[in-house]
């Protein structure tokens, strides 16, 4: 069974970075696409960012030239760098691989 654990939210201010991590366990993790999925009170969940397993990487419109997905399959691990947050991006973020999802870290900036 697939476990996914987000990791690194918190409360920034506007201009302001974090980096979240997900940490994968019960897969093949190289084979596999990843990807980062957000949702704000209110709103529909949205797709952040995706990577496949050669590291081909796709972005929001929204998030292009300032957030970054990563991954490192040695450690199992994909990253989601997030540069000049804006207040528009407070969501919780959740990982996820196939059809399993973690449980979701919360991101809030102020303004």
């Known amino acids: 069974q697939v476990r996914l654990v987000e990791s690194g939210g918190g409360l920034v201010q506007a201009g302001g970075s974090l980096r979240l991590s997900c940490a994968a366990s019960?897969?093949?993790?190289?084979?596999?696409?990843m990807a980062w999925y957000r949702q704000a009170p209110g709103k529909q969940r949205e797709l952040v960012a995706h990577?496949?397993?050669?590291?081909?990487?796709t972005y929001a419109d929204s998030v292009k030239g300032r957030f970054t997905i990563s991954r490192d399959n040695a450690r199992e691990r994909m990253y989601l760098q997030m540069n000049s947050l804006k207040p528009e991006d407070t969501a919780v973020y959740y990982c996820?691989?196939?059809?399993?999802w973690g449980q979701g870290t919360q991101v809030t900036v102020s303004s």
């Open positions: 990577i496949t397993s050669r590291g081909d990487t």
């Open positions: 996820t691989m196939g059809v399993s």
């Open positions: 019960g897969s093949i993790f190289s084979i596999n696409a």
